[in-house]
């Protein structure tokens, strides 16, 4: 389960980790879905970047559905939390196995200890890759410290200090971060997994659709969804299997107009959003079967532009349009 997207959502962070955590804390706050439900959507332009992370409060537990990849804004969540939360935090719920959504569960387990993580069954057979692939994240960020100090010493002496005092706070934070560990997860999900918060319900289904161990959660009643990569507006399909994804969204446009959906990604969207992800994913699948003659890139030429128009709306989008079109037109490839 390699991310093959990590070098696009999660190679900007390192150096510039404070500049990054004070960026979102000014333009993202926690906002009020419900009573019992926070939401906190990243900024955005870092919607593609980096997860959105929902909070859920019953009468005598609480929960965090996914974790940033960007372990400060991690650690400004848990000062939220330790602000303001009056019940113990009970559970960690990632939705699935992308570096985004899961590694930050390092620096939750960390600070909640006792907080049981809790996953898609299938990806918790294979947790000694993430438990590394943590780690390789922190090698990561320590190479690039050591490279920005190199290229430090050749800028004008007037503006060493400054950046010096940013190398040093990153140094910090990394030999902090090497302290903790991901832990493997306290309770799996195969099919449903029903959870009492304290007069405060809630199901966690599992399904093979973004990937093929993704978790979903619906609350109050089903008329609030909170699932992850599988309804973003723009859906990554690099690694999803595409027939039941389809299968699936198709499944919950059916859903009530009033029901409140919280993707991974970008801001809350309603049952009518989910009908442009649908169609998007059935274009793609589609475009491969009906044009076996044609290479990647011609397929990405031949795709149609009506969906180019749709979701290239500023300069964020118009880098991640492309690269989330080829991803699906391989995967689609490779499924055949």
Same mark, same amino acid.
């Given at each position: 389960? /390699? ?57 005598? #537990? ?27 935090? #009970? ?26 993580? +809790? ?25 690039? +410290? ?7 010493? /050749? ?70 969804? +909170? ?110």
């Amino acid at each position: 389960m /390699k991310n093959y997207f990590i070098s696009f959502r999660l190679t900007h962070f390192l150096v510039f980790a404070g500049t990054l955590l004070s960026t979102s804390q000014a333009q993202a706050q926690w906002q009020k879905i419900s009573n019992q439900v926070d939401f906190f959507q990243q900024p955005a332009n870092l919607r593609f970047y980096d997860s959105n992370q929902i909070l859920i409060k019953g009468d005598s #537990c609480a929960l965090i559905f996914d974790a940033s990849g960007n372990f400060s804004a991690v650690e400004a969540t848990v000062k939220h939390l330790k602000r303001t939360l009056e019940v113990p935090l #009970c559970y960690l719920i990632a939705s699935h196995f992308h570096d985004d959504h899961l590694l930050g569960m390092a620096v939750l387990q960390h600070h909640y200890p006792d907080a049981k993580l +809790i996953t898609h069954k299938k990806l918790a057979t294979s947790f000694t890759d993430f438990q590394q692939a943590y780690t390789n994240k922190l090698d990561n960020y320590q190479q690039s +410290i050591e490279l920005s100090f190199q290229r430090l010493a /050749k800028q004008p002496v007037d503006k060493q200090p400054a950046w010096h005092d940013k190398l040093e706070l990153a140094k910090e934070r990394l030999l902090r971060w090497r302290e903790y560990a991901l832990h493997p997860p306290a309770l799996t999900v195969t099919d449903s997994l029903a959870l009492d918060l304290g007069n405060y319900p809630i199901t966690i289904n599992a399904y093979q659709a973004h990937t093929d161990a993704d978790l979903m959660l619906f609350a109050e009643q089903q008329t609030i969804l +909170i699932g992850g990569d599988i309804v973003d507006y723009l859906p990554y399909p690099g690694h999803g299997n595409l027939t039941s994804w389809q299968a699936l969204l198709k499944e919950l446009t059916t859903g009530t107009s009033e029901q409140i959906i919280l993707p991974g990604h970008g801001k809350p969207l309603t049952v009518k959003n989910l009908e442009q992800s649908h169609a998007f994913l059935i274009a793609i699948q589609e475009h491969v079967q009906n044009n076996p003659e044609q290479n990647l890139a011609q397929l990405q030429q031949s795709f149609n532009k009506q969906f180019a128009n749709q979701y290239i709306t500023d300069d964020i989008s118009a880098k991640a349009y492309p690269m989330f079109l080829q991803a699906g037109l391989k995967r689609a490839k490779q499924s055949k």
